[in-house]
């Protein structure tokens, strides 16, 4: 069966560190969007791609990176990670602009 | 910019009770807009989509509505179970972005 995968599932990391997350996909989309959840926010979009090496900034993109060298795979980087960037991370991908399919979630703690 | 906001922020009925909970949004130029489930620990689930040209879509037991033009919709459960216990979340897809809501805690009690 197809599906979106996401690791490491937890993460601890250090302010100043770079840190990557991964997601990767078996449904052969063309989109896929990486957001953050907060408590009190919901889920915000901090990147999404539309197809290979296509890459556009969301609602809370500073701090945060992401390139598309493939259909399945939308890597997720922080340059330097912050305190600010403690939060639980969900990658999803979508054929269109209908139903989003996503990810089981990182888990990442800046101390 | 669009905000999407839902509520109330957490709901407890006893099972059995059917329940409505709400989702309005500021623009109402949208393409489409979901209704989402997110169990504890766990991704986000889609439960019903709705096209901005359509008023509602079901599916079992429930039920979503949408006037677009108000900028409202509603996720209708009938006959609640312990098994709805969840976070439900709405978003809205406006032709370049999703925007979620906050979500609705809902408890069902035994």
């Known amino acids: 069966d197809a599906e979106i995968t996401q690791s490491p599932r937890h993460k601890i990391t250090e302010t100043g560190r770079q840190v990557t997350l991964a997601c990767h996909q078996t449904w052969n989309h063309n989109n896929m969007f990486w957001y953050r959840q907060d408590l009190g926010h919901g889920l915000r979009l901090i990147h999404y791609s539309y197809g290979v090496h296509d890459t556009n900034k969301g609602e809370v993109s500073d701090g945060y990176s992401v390139s598309r060298s493939n259909t399945e795979d939308l890597p997720l980087t922080l340059e330097s990670a912050a305190s600010s960037q403690t939060s639980v991370y969900f990658c999803?991908?979508?054929?269109?602009?209908?139903?989003?399919?996503f990810g089981p979630g990182t888990r990442l703690t800046v101390l | 910019k669009q905000e999407v906001t839902q509520i109330p922020a957490a709901l407890s009925v006893p099972e059995g009770e059917n329940l409505v909970l709400n989702c309005s949004f500021t623009?109402?130029?949208?393409?489409?807009l979901q209704w989402f489930r997110q169990d504890p620990g766990k991704g986000l689930t889609s439960l019903l989509l709705i096209q901005s040209s359509q008023r509602e879509q079901t599916s079992g037991r429930l039920n979503a509505s949408l006037d677009k033009s108000s900028g409202r919709s509603t996720l209708y459960i009938a006959a609640s179970q312990p098994g709805d216990s969840a976070t439900y979340l709405c978003a809205v897809y406006t032709g370049n972005q999703f925007y979620f809501g906050t979500g609705t805690s809902l408890t069902v009690i035994p």
């Open positions: 623009d109402s130029a949208i393409y489409n």
């Open positions: 999803a991908s979508s054929a269109n602009t209908d139903t989003q399919y």
